[in-house]
């Protein structure tokens, strides 16, 4: 059996949805799970009728303009006289509204979110299951959230791998010959039921782990990009497709912050040799990237831009030395507050950080530490991590930058800049 996993962009409109399952009809050869998520910019949508409706304003304006874009949608597709669908959507958007209603006042920002912005996976899904059977691919729709089993940490949940496996082999497994299966990605559920999610962009991680649960032969991410590429194509010129890519350099590219997958998708991938294919949902007979257990000799250099970056230095106001005690404090403190360190550096009187811009936390590290230091930072800035750099390459992305941090390995070169 095989996974499939259609992101945002590959649901933005009926067309696309036409043309997603013109893509699944061509692989019912083999049985398939097909993990689809939020419509085109609706995770959007949605976070920003919750944080209208925190704030105590009235969000039913905006609740009304998400109605009309999936309702374009189903007209779009012939689905708008298909009563099972109509009262699907009616029933996801009460709960939507109760949510909002009933949790915002009681429960923190985290647990308000899953219960309310998970919905916009669950509303592609429905659409996109109610398309198929009526194009005569006869699917089933399944709830992620009943065997995806999560820990408490929402938001950021850690998944029950034990749980998660058996339940998708006993509930998923056995529908696989009716035909595909229709599910979400970014979400599942802790052991009380609640909702939970993956994390932002999650959905590929989910793929990977019905793909591992599952045993399956492969795992297919369709995009809106020819495959993986050395650079994204919006902010440089001349990017290079990579046919074939193994494992760990993946793994590592998306630890620097590419985009192009989810960071946690890699591992239980190469855990369990199951090879990923990235590849384009416009030309679908194109060859994409292929991502497995490999060795590939001269890779061109991958290149890496992170923006919205802050640099923070924590200097010993007394001209003694850092030393191992002081960086402990300040890594307690990061790790406490739930940050991610993109690059650090020290000196003999400082120790510096780059991390993504949060100014609230920020704030936060500093209140804790100031004690200890004198703290100095810069925000707005931009981290480039160049993975199998050379010369060239280097030289060609340092013209006419304002370098605040420099370091390089013997395989990546990184720079933060203003």
Known sequence: MKVFKFGGASVKDAGSVRNMSNIIRQHLS????????????????????????MSGDDSSAQIEAVKAFHKNIIKDLGLQTNPDLNEDLDQIYEQLIHGLNSYSSTFGYDFVYDQTVSLAEVIST?????????????????????????????????????????????????????????????IGSNAKYNTTTLGREGSDFSAAIFATSLKAKAITIWKDVPGILNADPKKFNSTVLYPK??????AEMTYYGASVIHPKTIKPLAQNGIPLYVKSFQEPSAEGTSIEECVVPNLHPAIILKEKQTVMSFKISDFSFINEGHILSIFENIKRLNLTINLMQNSAISFTICMDDNPLK???????????????????????????????????????????????????FQVVFR
């Open 126 to 186: 429905k659409i996109v299951a109610a398309h198929l059977n009526q194009s005569e691919v006869p699917c089933t729709w399944v709830d992620a959230r009943k065997v995806v089993k999560t820990n408490d940490d929402h938001r950021q949940a850690l998944v029950d791998w034990g749980a998660t496996q058996a339940m998708i082999k006993s509930q998923v497994n056995p529908l696989l010959a009716k035909g595909p299966v229709i599910t979400q990605g970014f």
């Open 245 to 250: 890519l193994p494992y760990k350099e993946v």
């Open 30 to 53: 083999s049985p398939l799970v097909v993990v689809v998520s939020a419509m085109d910019k609706m995770t959007n949508a949605f976070e920003a009728i919750l944080a209208t409706t």
């Open 362 to 412: 920020r704030e936060q590290l500093q209140t804790a530490l100031s004690d200890l230091f004198s703290i100095y930072y810069n925000e707005g800035l931009s981290l480039i991590t160049v993975k199998n750099y050379n010369q060239a390459t280097i030289e060609e992305l340092m013209k006419n930058r304002e370098i605040i941090i420099e370091q390089r390995s013997r395989n990546n």
